[in-house]
């Protein structure tokens, strides 16, 4: 079967600064949170591979844009890092501007439209010290942040994400324990969700009200994780319409309509979890979530039953929703991630329902450990596994497309391997592999595969 997409669709990858640039304390840049918790905790990360070095791509862009160009990309995502911009978070770094400006115009020269990203889980220590984004004032900070990237960089960069999944940061850091700092608090994870949702606002105000406001598009790129209920027995299904609440719509909604989803402040209300006054004061500001085109990161889905006990006040998301194994899975190994392919169907349902307007996928992608396994005669890795990963899910897109959904693209993670926050390279997920000893690339069979893909705007 063939399958063919849109005219001008976009073929290309995602990466962050933090994951592929090096050069972490220096050229200017001040230290992140993944700087210092390396500095503080070195034995919390994969083979004590912290954020120092990455990928080099700090000394390697010129040439990795052509290994984009000879992949066929038209487009290409990367982000900016704020430590690195603003060291103090308030004076120019002039040689992370010559270098972001560079780098843009090596991609522009190549016919590769830059998706420029405002913060990708790279919280500037600065900031940490003043309480990250639990402080009221974050949003403010990222403000100034998106004023001086649009002021810096608008000449050249036409389309602008503020967030890379923003649930991720949320979760990871204030209920799961793997990014910094690693605490379980429910609530503190409510207000952090609420300022991230203000920050992203202001920063869409803020291009909004620039020279740039009739050239220039923005959008955010959330991770949407839809949940399958165990049973059509009622208590599951409401856990699955909880779980979609919290994980899909608490982002989602906002993007597309620029309102807060009334069923879940309904929800987080009567917990006490959010300041339902406090969203009525912010509402001028809130109606600038809406986005001009949206990114969407889609790996696995989650499946959900009915809570494992009953709770008389939310304390915490298993109270409103508890995980199960389907017995049918399919399950990447080296991430503990179930491989689902027809979920991308039911997010682009999803979204139609809600809008009209343009999206694109923003990352899809299978990282394996140990892919040396897999290396030929020649040196090169035989990645049919993300080959096959990739059919599956275009497939599912294809077919959400010729319904009529106004999708413009599809990115994969990533284009080079690159770092992992905690996990560092222990699964790579590039077109090319990256040699640690001497940062040397090298394509692998996906990358031959996709550079035919985006040739031929589809595959058999």
């Known amino acids: 079967m063939q399958y063919n997409f849109p005219k001008n669709f976009m073929w290309g990858a995602a990466t962050s600064a933090p994951q592929s640039e090096g050069h972490s304390l220096e050229n200017g840049k001040s230290a992140t949170t993944w700087d210092k918790w390396f500095e503080m905790n070195p034995e919390k990360f994969y083979n004590n591979e912290g954020p120092e070095n990455t990928s080099m791509l700090y000394d390697h862009y010129k040439e990795d844009v052509q290994r984009m160009k000879e992949l066929g990309f038209n487009s290409f995502r990367t982000s900016i890092s704020w430590a690195r911009l603003l060291p103090d978070g308030k004076t120019v770094n002039q040689e992370a501007v010559d270098f972001y400006r560079d780098y843009f115009n090596e991609l522009l020269q190549n016919d590769i439209k830059p998706i420029i990203n405002l913060f990708h889980f790279d919280m500037p220590w600065w900031l940490m010290e003043k309480g990250g984004w639990e402080n009221s004032q974050s949003s403010d900070y990222f403000q100034f942040y998106a004023e001086k990237c649009f002021e810096l960089f608008g000449d050249q960069i036409q389309n602008w994400t503020t967030f890379n999944e923003p649930l991720v940061h949320i979760e990871m850091a204030y209920l799961h324990g793997y990014h910094y700092p690693a605490i379980h608090d429910f609530k503190k994870a409510i207000t952090v969700g609420y300022n991230t949702l203000l920050a992203h606002a202001k920063a869409v105000k803020a291009l909004?009200?620039?020279?740039?406001?009739?050239?220039?598009?923005?959008?955010?790129?959330?991770?949407?994780?839809?949940?399958?209920?165990?049973?059509?027995?009622?208590?599951?299904?409401?856990?699955?319409?909880?779980?979609?609440?919290?994980?899909?719509?608490?982002?989602?909604?906002?993007?597309?309509?620029?309102?807060?989803?009334?069923?879940?402040?309904?929800?987080?209300?009567?917990?006490?979890?959010?300041?339902?006054?406090?969203?009525?004061?912010?509402?001028?500001?809130?109606?600038?979530?809406?986005?001009?085109?949206?990114?969407?990161?889609?790996?696995?889905?989650?499946?959900?039953?009915?809570?494992?006990?009953?709770?008389?006040?939310?304390?915490?998301?298993?109270?409103?929703?508890?995980?199960?194994?389907?017995?049918?899975?399919?399950?990447?190994?080296?991430?503990?991630?179930?491989?689902?392919?027809?979920?991308?169907?039911?997010?682009?349902?999803?979204?139609?329902?809600?809008?009209?307007?343009?999206?694109?996928?923003?990352?899809?992608?299978?990282?394996?450990?140990?892919?040396?396994?897999?290396?030929?005669?020649?040196?090169?890795?035989?990645?049919?596994?993300?080959?096959?990963?990739?059919?599956?899910?275009?497939?599912?897109?294809?077919?959400?497309?010729?319904?009529?959904?106004?999708?413009?693209?599809?990115?994969?993670?990533?284009?080079?391997?690159?770092?992992?926050?905690?996990?560092?390279?222990?699964?790579?997920?590039?077109?090319?592999?990256?040699?640690?000893?001497?940062?040397?690339?090298?394509?692998?069979?996906?990358?031959?595969?996709?550079?035919?893909?985006?040739?031929?705007n589809g595959f058999d």
């Open 208 to 456: 909004k009200d620039s020279e740039y406001a009739n050239t220039a598009k923005i959008g955010i790129i959330l991770n949407l994780t839809p949940a399958y209920p165990k049973s059509e027995a009622a208590a599951d299904k409401l856990a699955a319409k909880n779980a979609d609440l919290l994980n899909i719509y608490s982002f989602l909604t906002p993007a597309l309509s620029g309102k807060i989803n009334d069923e879940l402040v309904a929800l987080l209300k009567q917990s006490d979890l959010i300041d339902y006054d406090q969203i009525h004061f912010d509402a001028e500001i809130i109606k600038y979530c809406e986005v001009d085109f949206l990114g969407v990161n889609y790996y696995q889905p989650i499946r959900v039953q009915a809570p494992l006990k009953h709770a008389e006040k939310i304390e915490d998301p298993s109270d409103l929703y508890a995980n199960y194994e389907w017995k049918e899975r399919r399950i990447n190994p080296y991430r503990g991630w179930e491989i689902y392919p027809e979920a991308i169907y039911d997010i682009a349902k999803t979204i139609d329902k809600l809008s009209d307007k343009p999206w694109y996928i923003s990352e899809n992608g299978m990282g394996v450990a140990d892919e040396e396994r897999f290396m030929n005669a020649d040196g090169m890795i035989e990645d049919d596994y993300r080959i096959d990963f990739m059919k599956e899910h275009l497939a599912q897109l294809n077919k959400a497309i010729e319904e009529g959904s106004n999708c413009i693209g599809y990115h994969t993670w990533t284009f080079i391997d690159c770092w992992s926050w905690l996990n560092g390279y222990k699964n790579r997920y590039g077109f090319y592999r990256v040699d640690l000893n001497d940062y040397s690339r090298t394509i692998k069979k996906s990358g031959l595969w996709y550079r035919e893909l985006a040739q031929n």
